[in-house]
């Protein structure tokens, strides 16, 4: 049975910090992972994402102030976010592409940056 499960998003003040995690289990060989977000009206962008072999790659937006990184023994990802912005706050969902082409999405965790 295939599961996708993040954790972490929370209310933070502006300037804070927060870490997300995403596990990942009954999937093989898991190619890439990935942190999405999709805020009110928008459609869902990609915020951050990591291959297998470490390769990573990130929004403009987040650059300098997102941290992705991948535990791959653990089949998880986490991302730290520090210096959030309102302009931050989103449902962030965890997808997970396995090297057959699978993708597979998580049910999303609320990150709300607000004073």
């Known amino acids: 049975q295939v599961q996708v499960v993040e954790s972490g998003g929370g209310l933070v003040q502006p300037g804070g910090s927060l870490r997300l995690s995403c596990a990942a289990s009954g999937i093989m060989l898991i190619k890439y992972m990935g942190w999405y977000r999709q805020a009110p009206g928008k459609q869902r962008e990609l915020v951050a994402g990591?291959?297998?072999?470490?390769?990573?790659n990130y929004a403009d937006s987040v650059k300098g102030r997102f941290a992705i990184s991948r535990d791959n023994a653990k089949n998880t990802v986490y991302l730290q976010m520090n210096s959030l912005k309102p302009e931050d706050t989103a449902i962030y969902y965890c997808?997970?592409?396995?090297?057959?082409?699978?993708?597979?999405w998580g049910q999303g965790t609320q990150v709300t940056v607000s004073s």
């Open positions: 997808g997970v592409a396995s090297l057959a082409g699978t993708g597979y």
């Open positions: 990591i291959s297998s072999g470490g390769t990573t």
